[in-house]
């Protein structure tokens, strides 16, 4: 059967790594014939993920870090590496959005509550930033500044948030400002726990402790910490105070400061509190709050191709959000309904559907997101495997438009689930990992790289693996046929 012209194709996944090792391989583990079969039957490569020290924190901090390089060609500076260097060269106060925040203070006897993920080792925020900020507020006369801390997934035990704790309260301490008023877990900032935590931050509505380490309980994971307070009616957030989330990596919080930017200028109570976030986020266009570092990444790939006369199409799951615009450009999009056992069928069909009508439609590039498997790393290996062989009822469709069409690709932006690690509170069944520096696959189906090889052992495709993820986007415009020089 000959191949048909069309739109390019190109289906990115998160969170699929290789790997020829088999202890916590949830994807060997997993029955995913259709995605083995794509693999063994196009060629393909294994591409690198992280090439250097540099790139392995950017990583680190956010593997969704490697979006950038698909949609730039290229790495960007990662926020928590920008406000270091403001930090370094004494500019970080100097920030528009910081001084607005100390500015205003002065005028009013409002308080500053700075809210923000505890984390281990700094994944999502970074105790000098937080430090930064107490230091200014004491410099400029804050009296009240109170600090609200959300205990996320990185860490393995409640001795590990202890340690955390102990150096916040230090340097307390040491610089005579700021009091920790509340401490509560990461489940409560995700959408449906609102009312519990905005009652902890509005009312004081949580258990009480007389110091920060007594809300921590080793009988329970760090991340489902209950909500917890300092003493009767300290800090709680009121009328006219300002709220800055000091996160350098906001998504952990991204639904929490669009809620409670919301009550700005709610009928509720407190009314008009000033909210900030040190940094930009995906779903920032939708929270009403003032953003001090907004994503400065090089041109996106759907504005870049734009440019050139050609068209973008995207098909993503609804729980995406605004997640791919914010990564890869604004533009025309099919969205589905998220995928799990409930709704498989209703999925499949109009997933199926969608890839039909992209593939005779007119568009020079039709991404398809596949459905996230990255929340599963939270819920345990069996989970990922229970997720992985969902997911793999995607790639029948897959297929057939590989064999169909003559341009089609498919990736993953990072691994995960092949490098599974056990986690002692859960028994060996669960993991702590979200992220790998393992390859990911990218596969192929076009008539510029169809002379390339197959492997024959993904050990040898390990070893030989060459190219970085920002493979991804040179392929994609060489296929589009714009030139380096244009």
């Known amino acids: 059967m000959d191949k048909q012209s069309g739109p390019v194709f190109l289906f990115l996944a998160d969170g699929l790594g290789l790997s020829s090792a088999w202890s916590g391989n949830a994807v060997c583990t997993a029955k995913m014939p259709n995605y083995q079969n794509l693999w063994q039957k196009y060629p ?19 593997p969704f870090h490697n979006y950038w390089k698909i949609s730039t060609g290229k790495a960007a500076l990662t926020f928590k590496e920008i406000i270091d260097k403001d930090i370094e060269d004494k500019k970080f106060v100097t920030q528009p959005g910081v001084q607005k925040i100390l500015s205003k203070m002065s005028q009013n006897n409002a308080s500053l509550h700075l809210i923000g993920n ?46 955390e704790l102990e150096k916040i309260d230090k340097k307390i301490g040491t610089l005579g400002i700021g009091k920790v008023v509340t401490v509560v877990g990461q489940k409560y900032a995700e959408a449906g726990q609102f009312g519990k935590l905005l009652s902890l931050y509005f009312r004081n509505d949580g258990k009480y402790f007389l110091s920060s380490s007594q809300a921590i309980d080793e009988r329970i994971r760090p991340e489902e910490t209950l909500p917890s307070c300092y003493g009767r009616g300290d800090g709680k957030i009121s009328d006219f105070d300002f709220v800055l989330f000091f996160n350098h990596n906001c998504a952990p919080l991204s639904n929490l400061i669009t809620n409670l930017s919301s009550y700005r200028n709610s009928l509720k109570r407190p009314k008009f509190i000033n909210v900030f976030s040190l ?37 993503q799951p609804e729980n995406f959000g605004a997640t791919t615009d914010y990564y890869f450009g604004e533009g025309p999009y099919f969205q589905l309904p998220a995928l799990d056992s ?34 599963s790393a939270r819920q345990g290996f069996q989970s990922m495997v229970f997720d992985l ?25 990072f691994g995960m689930a092949e490098k599974m690690v056990a986690n002692s509170s859960e028994k060996g069944s669960g993991c702590k990992i979200f992220s790998s520096q393992n390859p990911t696959p990218f596969i192929i189906a076009n008539d510029i790289q169809n002379s390339k090889t197959k492997g024959t052992d993904l050990l040898m495709d390990l070893i030989s693996a060459k190219n970085n993820i920002s493979f991804v986007f040179t392929t994609i415009v060489e296929q589009l046929n714009i030139g380096k020089n244009n």
């Not at 009403?288 to 199409?313: H, T």
């Not at 709704?343 to 398809?368: G, P, R």
């Not at 969902?390 to 341009?407: K, M, Q, R, T, V």
């Open 342 to 375: 409930k709704n498989k069928q209703e999925f499949l069909v109009k997933w199926n559907n969608f890839l039909t009508k992209a593939a005779a439609s007119d568009f020079d590039l039709v991404i398809c997101f596949l459905p996230s498997i990255v929340d």
């Open 118 to 163: 505890l984390s281990k080792s700094g994944e999502y925020s970074a105790h000098e930033h937080l430090f930064t900020l107490m230091v200014a507020a004491k410099a400029n006369s804050v009296s009240k500044l109170y600090i609200h801390l959300i205990v996320d997934q990185t860490f393995d035990s409640a001795f590990e948030v202890g340690k």
């Open 44 to 62: 393909h490569l294994a591409i690198k993920t992280v090439d250097n020290s540099n790139d392995y924190q950017r990583f680190k901090y956010d």
């Open 389 to 413: 062989e969902l997911l793999d009822s995607l790639f029948p469709a897959i297929s057939e438009l590989f064999d169909n069409y003559i341009h089609a690709y498919f990736s993953s932006s």
């Open 279 to 315: 940094t930009d986020f995906p779903e920032s266009s939708a929270a009403d709050a003032d953003i001090i570092y907004r994503n400065q990444a090089e041109e996106k790939l759907i504005p870049y191709l734009q440019k050139f006369g050609k068209s973008v199409l995207k098909i």
